[in-house]
């Protein structure tokens, strides 16, 4: 895809945006101070944030020149499905409050896109639909050390017709996210004079977001279980997550007994773990530190993939962590990532554009990745090695 043929396919609202970065300062003015607080922060000091882009910055690449690319393509495959790019939108907690009905607007560019999109445990669309009208076909979900609930939800996801089941595993408690408190963020949304200050403070996204998605009924967190979770808006509910520091891999070895599709265990950065899901039976492990809003001061996913990948045994390995650039893409495949996944941009794409700002996201990365692919002389991806990549600084 070239950058004169996205030109021409783009809104001209949306053509003054170059790259990923360029979405999240527009869409900080136009979020509540809360809702943008939720999707920007992370835990503590951010230092596991921040680390994440730095150890993608610590890389750099080898190319190979005189290579005739023309031929070259940007399209990969991932467990026999082939996508257009090597990218997917990583599940992210209440999408639908970045543009109206904002989880759907990611699983129907995705598809349109040719893509992939993870459907999250805490969105507020039932996964049913997500799965119908979005298209939807990976769930993740948060499951507790409780047998009961684990087989109630296995049994929802199934019969919704998803192929594949993402366990996020590095979540036992609710991580220490001072960002929140200090803006005021809660899950369920406390009715306040902050949360009203920030809706008429913020008109547009009070008119075109949340009024409409009032209008439709007041959203619940749909997902979290086989049953329906409390309100979007409550001053007193709480959702009842169940004992999740008492999940372990007995636990896992259940799901896999109950799930008949892929199943992938997310949050996985310690080696040793991905030898011990691999040999459960797990279909693959993805490396993550939940973008840095989890552990603070967690290692980047980056700097222990190529470990990852050896113990993982040809099990495929994703990746998720600060990627911004076609240019971060391309050094974790040759590193030896299956598929890599963005979270926080899309969201910030999807306030500013809705459905085809999602949509000319994609259109940036894919442009930047058969660029790239061109400037280091490759013509698939699978041609990518690690001596395309070297430690700097």
């Given at each position: 895809?070239?950058a004169r043929?996205?030109?021409?396919?783009?809104?001209r609202?949306?053509?003054r945006?170059l790259?990923?970065e360029?979405?999240e300062?527009?869409?900080?003015?136009?979020?509540?101070r809360?809702?943008?607080g939720y999707?920007a922060?992370?835990?503590?000091?951010?230092?596991?944030h921040?680390?994440?882009?730095?150890?993608?910055?610590?890389?750099g690449?080898?190319p190979?020149v005189?290579v005739?690319?023309r031929a070259?393509?940007t399209?990969?495959?991932?467990?026999?499905h082939?996508?257009?790019?090597?990218?997917g939108?990583?599940?992210?907690?209440?999408?639908g409050?970045a543009?109206?009905?904002?989880?759907?607007a990611?699983?129907?560019?995705?598809?349109?896109?040719?893509?992939l999109?993870?459907?999250?445990?805490?969105?507020?669309?039932?996964?049913?639909?997500?799965?119908?009208?979005?298209?939807?076909c990976?769930?993740?979900t948060y499951l507790?050390?409780?047998?009961?609930?684990?087989r109630?939800?296995?049994?929802r996801?199934?019969?919704?017709?998803?192929?594949?089941?993402?366990?996020?595993?590095?979540?036992p408690?609710?991580?220490n996210?001072?960002?929140n408190?200090?803006?005021?963020?809660?899950a369920?949304?406390?009715?306040?004079?902050?949360?009203?200050?920030d809706?008429?403070?913020?008109?547009?996204?009070?008119?075109?977001?949340?009024?409409?998605?009032?209008?439709?009924?007041m959203?619940?967190?749909?997902?979290?279980?086989?049953?329906?979770?409390?309100?979007?808006?409550?001053?007193?509910?709480?959702?009842?997550?169940g004992?999740?520091d008492?999940?372990?891999w007995?636990?896992?070895?259940?799901?896999?007994q109950?799930?008949?599709?892929?199943?992938?265990?997310?949050?996985i950065?310690?080696?040793?773990?991905?030898t011990?899901?691999?040999?459960?039976?797990?279909?693959?492990?993805w490396?993550?530190?939940?973008?840095?809003?989890?552990?603070?001061?967690?290692i980047?996913?980056?700097s222990?993939?190529?470990?990852?990948v050896?113990?993982?045994?040809?099990?495929?390995v994703?990746i998720?962590g600060?990627?911004?650039?076609?240019?971060?893409?391309?050094k974790?495949l040759?590193?030896?990532?299956?598929?890599?996944f963005?979270?926080?941009?899309?969201?910030?794409?999807?306030?500013?554009g809705g459905?085809?700002?999602i949509?000319?996201?994609?259109?940036?990365?894919?442009?930047?990745?058969?660029r790239?692919?061109?400037?280091l002389?490759?013509?698939?991806?699978?041609?990518?090695?690690?001596?395309?990549?070297r430690a700097?600084?």
């Amino acid at each position: 895809m070239t950058a004169r043929r996205i030109e021409a396919n783009v809104p001209r609202s949306l053509r003054r945006f170059l790259a990923l970065e360029d979405f999240e300062p527009v869409a900080r003015r136009h979020l509540p101070r809360q809702i943008y607080g939720y999707y920007a922060g992370a835990a503590e000091t951010n230092a596991a944030h921040a680390g994440n882009s730095r150890a993608l910055a610590a890389l750099g690449l080898v190319p190979r020149v005189l290579v005739d690319t023309r031929a070259r393509s940007t399209r990969h495959a991932l467990f026999g499905h082939a996508y257009s790019l090597p990218v997917g939108i990583a599940p992210m907690g209440l999408s639908g409050l970045a543009t109206f009905e904002g989880d759907l607007a990611l699983a129907k560019a995705a598809a349109v896109e040719g893509a992939l999109m993870v459907a999250s445990a805490t969105s507020l669309m039932p996964l049913e639909r997500l799965a119908e009208e979005g298209k939807a076909c990976w769930f993740q979900t948060y499951l507790p050390g409780e047998p009961e609930r684990i087989r109630r939800m296995v049994a929802r996801v199934a019969a919704a017709g998803y192929e594949t089941l993402v366990l996020t595993a590095d979540v036992p408690v609710a991580a220490n996210r001072e960002n929140n408190a200090r803006t005021g963020f809660s899950a369920p949304l406390k009715p306040s004079l902050r949360l009203f200050w920030d809706g008429i403070t913020h008109p547009s996204w009070s008119l075109g977001t949340f009024a409409r998605t009032l209008a439709s009924g007041m959203p619940r967190f749909e997902n979290m279980d086989a049953f329906r979770g409390p309100t979007l808006l409550s001053r007193n509910a709480v959702r009842d997550i169940g004992a999740r520091d008492g999940l372990d891999w007995s636990h896992l070895d259940l799901i896999r007994q109950l799930w008949p599709g892929r199943l992938v265990v997310k949050g996985i950065l310690a080696p040793e773990d991905v030898t011990i899901a691999r040999e459960r039976g797990v279909d693959g492990v993805w490396i993550s530190n939940h973008g840095g809003r989890q552990l603070d001061t967690a290692i980047a996913p980056m700097s222990v993939l190529r470990e990852a990948v050896s113990a993982a045994g040809g099990m495929a390995v994703l990746i998720d962590g600060g990627f911004r650039r076609g240019t971060d893409v391309l050094k974790a495949l040759a590193l030896g990532a299956d598929f890599v996944f963005v979270g926080r941009p899309f969201l910030f794409a999807a306030a500013v554009g809705g459905e085809r700002g999602i949509r000319h996201a994609f259109g940036l990365l894919q442009a930047e990745i058969a660029r790239n692919m061109a400037m280091l002389g490759v013509s698939r991806l699978d041609e990518l090695q690690p001596m395309h990549v070297r430690a700097v600084g």
